[in-house]
């Protein structure tokens, strides 16, 4: 089976839903917890902490599963661009890569060293408590999260100023294609 010049220049679909669920997940989790502390404390608010604990879980488990995947079977293109761009791209990628499994791993550490209700289901015990460890913990996670916010807005406005600037496709091997 020949594949056409235009799907050899697209990722692969596994790719492309890897890409657009991590950024999904990513915004979805920063709204959610900069809006936790608006529901009202009790029930709400531990329903609200929990699925922002269950859904970091699945982003971390997300992002080591692309990671996996981009160093096994998917689809590698060709760099765009010249001189230093190729070399940016690759650091900003391996960046967020980087970021949210920090920002993942430092969640972890505040369940840690803080005992948490799970969905009023059970207590999420806590290994040793210390409220000034979770406090800086906690910071360190929002800067971390709010930084990789930051930088997938940046990363949003290069591929349109590849895609409406440049016009060299860069975006269009990361839409998915229909049909």
Same mark, same amino acid.
């Given at each position: 089976?020949?594949?056409?010049?235009?799907?050899?220049?697209?990722?692969?679909?596994?790719?492309?839903?890897?890409?657009?669920?991590?950024?999904?997940?990513?915004?979805?989790?920063?709204?959610?917890?900069?809006?936790?502390?608006?529901?009202?404390?009790?029930?709400?608010?531990?329903?609200?902490? *929990? !699925?922002?604990?269950?859904?970091?879980?699945? @982003?971390? #488990? $997300?992002?080591?599963? &692309?990671?996996?995947? /981009?160093?096994?079977?998917?689809?590698?293109?060709?760099?765009?661009?010249?001189?230093?761009?190729?070399?940016?791209?690759?650091?900003?990628?391996?960046?967020?890569?980087?970021?949210?499994?920090?920002?993942?791993?430092?969640?972890?550490?505040?369940?840690?060293?803080? *005992? !948490?209700?799970?969905?009023?289901?059970?207590? @999420?015990? #806590? $290994?040793?408590?210390? &409220?000034?460890?979770? /406090?800086?913990?906690?910071?360190?996670?929002?800067?971390?999260?709010?930084?990789?916010?930051?930088?997938?807005?940046?990363?949003?406005?290069?591929?349109?100023?590849?895609?409406?600037?440049?016009?060299?496709?860069?975006?269009?091997?990361?839409?998915?294609?229909?049909?």
């Amino acid at each position: 089976m020949t594949s056409s010049p235009a799907a050899a220049n697209h990722y692969d679909s596994r790719t492309i839903w890897f890409h657009w669920l991590t950024a999904i997940l990513v915004v979805g989790q920063w709204i959610g917890a900069k809006t936790i502390d608006m529901w009202p404390r009790g029930s709400l608010q531990v329903d609200a902490i *929990s !699925m922002h604990i269950t859904v970091g879980i699945v @982003l971390g #488990a $997300l992002v080591l599963a &692309r990671i996996w995947w /981009r160093a096994t079977d998917g689809r590698r293109l060709p760099e765009v661009g010249t001189g230093i761009l190729p070399l940016l791209a690759k650091a900003m990628h391996w960046g967020f890569y980087l970021l949210i499994v920090a920002v993942v791993a430092l969640g972890l550490t505040m369940l840690s060293v803080h *005992s !948490m209700s799970f969905f009023n289901l059970f207590m @999420l015990p #806590a $290994l040793t408590s210390n &409220r000034a460890l979770f /406090r800086s913990v906690h910071s360190v996670h929002d800067l971390l999260a709010t930084t990789i916010l930051i930088a997938a807005g940046l990363h949003a406005v290069v591929a349109l100023v590849h895609q409406y600037v440049w016009r060299n496709g860069v975006l269009a091997r990361m839409i998915p294609r229909l049909g």
